[in-house]
């Protein structure tokens, strides 16, 4: 489900962090993991999405992913293997989370250390629980943006009968990519050249003869590929799944970027609900704006089942557990927790690093998976929050701390700080 991406929001501040490099070990912080009660009731889930990372992990493809941002192969893998087996040895949400305390620590980007004086967490609830003290991490981290996506459903054809005229493409034989699946340009005579443009494709009709199915307007096709995966309903109550297969190699931009430098919107007005109503307002201006992104994603059928989208480690996402992260910066297929606000409600819960995009670039940005049809997509459209992202990993001994794949910082690892019941502390909400 890798795309260019991912949310309608996610690519407005990408032209500043474009070719910066952030290949950088994670260090340690002296903050404790807190309540997990919430993700011990809802371990089902957990468990599910650990257990895609850990196929991910027995293929011979993840060797070559790692080491990765200071992290091994059996560092990675033996963290979700050990949290797997504390949801299921575990008793209680509390049990878990003290557990969890005492044996793994939590990792940070350098780049998203800083100096300044503690901010309170976005949920605004303590991480340690009534009757603990408080750590105040040293050094402070800085925020993280959160964007969030989704897998559309929508009504389709599988050939052009009016209104679905609108096609999505499978992947072209003249794309030339590298080996690790990057768009290098169209394949000509002379060489390689830029592949066409979003424009070009569509008014010269570049791609005939590779149409998947038909949607109803232009906008579904947009946002299809912007998600990177799409399910299509068909006549008969038939299904068809769509994944990402790949992209062009022109630059990607946003519809809300567009706008807001048109001045059509402001940032604070953007949202995927604002952006459709807009062009359904008005719709003889919807090109005009959609191809100020020149780039181009195809797509390949895929299995139908009752599983997420497959992501960039080729396992099925699960809603809410899932998230996409620069491939470059941060441990694939890595549990992290994540502190937001969805909704404006506290959002805060383990997820795994399942997925990548190409709007995504950089150590302070990560889009969470809302899960499939409508209502993710609302709630997807509206995530643009800053929060707190800390990566878990097990505690390493001491006499381990300099080697390869244990980055050695200089900041002590978090005292276990034990998590005791308090009838007047309420649970962390999702």
Request: hydrophobic letters at 35%; aromatic letters at 10%; glycine letters at 8%.
């Amino acid at each position: 489900m890798w795309v260019m991406r991912r949310t309608i929001l996610s690519a407005l501040a990408v032209s500043s962090l474009a070719g910066a490099s952030y290949a950088s070990p994670l260090v340690p912080i002296n903050q404790n993991s807190g309540n997990l009660i919430q993700d011990w009731r809802e371990r089902d889930s957990l468990k599910q999405s650990i257990a895609y990372s850990l196929q991910y992990f027995e293929g011979p493809k993840s060797q070559e992913d790692f080491p990765l941002a200071g992290v091994s192969h059996s560092w990675a893998k033996s963290s979700l293997e050990r949290l797997r087996a504390l949801l299921d040895a575990c008793r209680s949400g509390w049990e878990f989370s003290n557990q969890v305390q005492r044996e793994f620590q939590l990792y940070v980007h350098p780049d998203t250390v800083v100096t300044r004086p503690s901010v309170p967490s976005p949920s605004n609830t303590p991480t340690p629980l009534s009757g603990t003290t408080p750590l105040t991490p040293a050094p402070q981290l800085g925020s993280i943006l959160y964007t969030a996506y989704f897998e559309p459903v929508y009504e389709a054809r599988t050939k052009p009968i009016p209104p679905f005229i609108y096609p999505l493409y499978s992947l072209p034989p003249d794309l030339v990519v590298d080996k690790k699946g990057k768009a290098l340009g169209k394949s000509t005579p002379n060489g390689i050249v830029p592949y066409p443009t979003r424009q070009e494709i569509e008014e010269g009709g570049l791609l005939k003869g590779l149409e998947l199915a038909y949607l109803g307007s232009a906008m579904e096709v947009f946002l299809a590929q912007v998600q990177g995966s799409v399910r299509l309903t068909l006549p008969e109550g038939r299904e068809l799944r769509l994944g990402y297969a790949g992209k062009t190699d022109r630059p990607y931009r946003s519809l809300g970027q567009a706008l807001i430098q048109a001045g059509k919107m402001t940032r604070k007005q953007v949202s995927l609900e604002s952006i459709m109503s807009y062009f359904q307002e008005h719709p003889e201006e919807f090109n005009t704006y959609a191809y100020q992104n020149e780039s181009y994603v195809f797509f390949a059928p895929k299995p139908n089942t009752p599983e997420g989208p497959r992501g960039s480690l080729g396992v099925p996402l699960t809603a809410k557990r899932s998230f996409a992260t620069d491939k470059t910066v941060f441990p694939y297929g890595a549990i992290a927790l994540v502190d937001t606000q969805i909704e404006g409600r506290p959002f805060r819960r383990l997820m795994l690093n399942q997925d990548t995009g190409g709007a995504i670039i950089g150590p302070s940005r990560a889009d969470l998976f809302m899960g499939t049809g409508p209502e993710a997509g609302q709630i997807a459209g509206g995530v643009k929050n800053p929060g707190k992202f800390y990566f878990l990993l097990l505690k390493q001994p001491s006499n381990q701390a300099s080697t390869p794949g244990t980055p050695n910082t200089g900041i002590d690892p978090a005292p276990s700080i034990k998590v005791t019941p308090s009838p007047n502390e309420p649970l962390i909400q999702h």
